[in-house]
């Protein structure tokens, strides 16, 4: 009998983490969400600009029967499709708080200070800017990082930085934009339409018990979510809440523990091995049932181990990654920058606010309460990162085109004006960040490297 060995590696790949396919999944976005930024500014600002932003403002109605809903293109990008964006990042926050470098207080203290100093110091300087009137309503816009951006470009240099760096800024980042989600939850709501957002309380009770009582598949989750973001959106409490709330209520348990899929995974290992001893050929298995039985059920049970929240966050982590957040730039990064008097809007208090908020409150706030919170004891430096380092990583905070923008709609929806000064304070501070924290960082690097 020829016995056929198949190499392992050509077959099913190299196996690498959870943490690295995050990382290469936010590189690459990162780089796609650059890319498609640059492209619609330059379709912006050229002789279709008109045409391009009118296209934004198409209205789309989706229903059924005599319920539907109308909004624009624009609207739906930003109430609906974002309703996914936030709820990957309540995904992600959940897996952090569970397993991730949230779980431990000791290895939290230092992202989680770094965060709060990144939402607290942008919005004083902000307000100092911008204390009344209408203006005031954007002290939001320089709390967030966006992650995509942020941890993209840091992986760029991550053959001349620690890896705990990469760890902390993305941790750092998670937790910021859990303070982001809060501060749209708590400040940036309308009017409140008290039925409706009961029916969103007595659906996310629902949600829960589904958990509780050990449903695991994803349909009656996406029903429910889809019902309560449109509860959401009637309450008058923004609607992309609804993927937050979601993401809490699904399950992080799995079916099997993995002790159940060790022992299943040896019970069918020696099933498969007993069909195939007499057998020959690299086709056998297709044409032999019971061989394809322990397949399939290898399959299921391969599933049944991985929690349905970690199913969901991988199917849908590259549609939000490049999918929803590069249309979400398309939608509102359309700044026509030869119609834009620098002169006059760079000298703007919003403007202003936004830019210093973003570039040095970001840097002073991160550096800072990361540095109290060392000093006194309440956390401590990852191995093999030193002080340099963060300040690098501080830097790149100042980044916070996603979710930036994002508020930047809530407080200026009646202030087309701000938000256009609010949209290229965030542009210009994101652009200065990236490149402030890049030099930092390499040439940092690269004396470490010459002294060593």
């Given amino acids: 009998m020829t016995k056929h060995h198949y190499p392992l590696e050509p077959l099913f790949g190299k196996i690498i983490g959870p943490f690295e396919r995050f990382l290469q999944r936010v590189t690459a976005g990162g780089i796609v969400l650059m890319g498609m930024t640059l492209l619609t500014l330059i379709v912006a600002s050229s002789p279709w600009g008109d045409a391009y932003r009118h296209l934004w403002e198409t209205p789309v109605r989706i ?33 952090e708080i569970l397993v991730g470098e949230l779980a431990s207080l000791r290895n939290a203290a230092l992202p989680v200070a770094g965060a709060i100093g990144g939402m607290l110091v942008p919005a004083i300087i902000y307000y100092l800017f911008n204390p009344s009137g209408n203006a ?18 840091l992986v760029l240099l991550s053959w001349r930085i620690p890896k705990n760096l990469i760890i902390f800024l993305t941790a750092l980042a998670i937790a910021d934009d859990l303070g982001a989600v809060l501060v749209i939850a708590l400040f940036y709501t309308q009017n409140i339409d008290m039925t409706s957002l009961g029916s969103a309380i007595g659906l996310l009770g629902i949600l829960v018990l589904c958990n509780r009582g050990g449903i695991r598949y994803p349909l009656p989750y996406a029903i429910l979510g889809i019902l309560l973001w449109m509860a959401l959106l009637k309450s008058g409490i923004h609607a992309t809440l609804a993927g937050v709330l979601l993401a809490f209520a699904i399950p992080a348990r ?68 490049f999918g929803i957040i590069p249309l979400f730039a398309m939608a509102n990064a359309g700044l026509d920058l030869l119609a834009i008097p620098f002169r006059d809007v760079i000298v703007q208090s919003v403007t202003l606010g936004v830019m210093l908020g973003l570039v040095l409150g970001k840097f002073i706030g991160i550096s800072g309460f990361a540095w109290l919170a060392v000093k006194i004891g309440l956390a401590k430096l990852p191995s093999g990162v030193q002080w340099r380092h963060i300040l690098g990583a501080a830097w790149l905070g100042g980044i916070g085109f996603t979710m930036s923008l994002f508020i930047a709609q809530l407080a200026f929806t009646n202030s087309p004006a701000l938000f256009e000064e609010a949209r290229l304070g965030i542009i210009m501070a994101s652009v200065i960040a990236a ?18």
């Avoid at 309503?137 to 951006?149: E, L």
């Avoid at 899929?261 to 019970?267: I, V």
């Avoid at 061989?291 to 549609?319: D, G, I």
């Avoid at 690097?445 to 060593?452: E, I, L, S, T």
């Fill in 63 to 95: 229903g059924i029967g005599r319920e539907n809903m109308e909004m624009s293109l624009h609207a739906w990008v930003n109430e609906g499709l974002m309703a996914l964006f936030f709820l990957l990042v309540g995904l992600e926050l959940k897996r």
């Fill in 136 to 153: 005031l309503a954007g002290w939001g816009i320089p709390m967030a990082t966006d992650i995509a951006f942020a941890v993209g470009i």
């Fill in 254 to 321: 799995p079916v099997y523990t993995p002790q159940q899929f060790d022992e299943h995974l040896d019970n069918m290992s020696n099933a498969f091995r007993s069909s195939v001893v007499n057998l020959d050929g690299p086709n056998m298995p297709l044409e032999i049932n019971n061989m394809y039985a322990v397949a399939e059920r290898l399959e299921k049970t391969s599933v049944a181990v991985q929690s349905p929240q970690q199913r969901m966050e991988h199917h849908l982590s590259p549609w939000v990654t």
């Fill in 435 to 452: 490149m402030i924290g890049l030099t930092w960082l390499y040439l940092s690097a690269r004396k470490f490297k010459v002294k060593n």
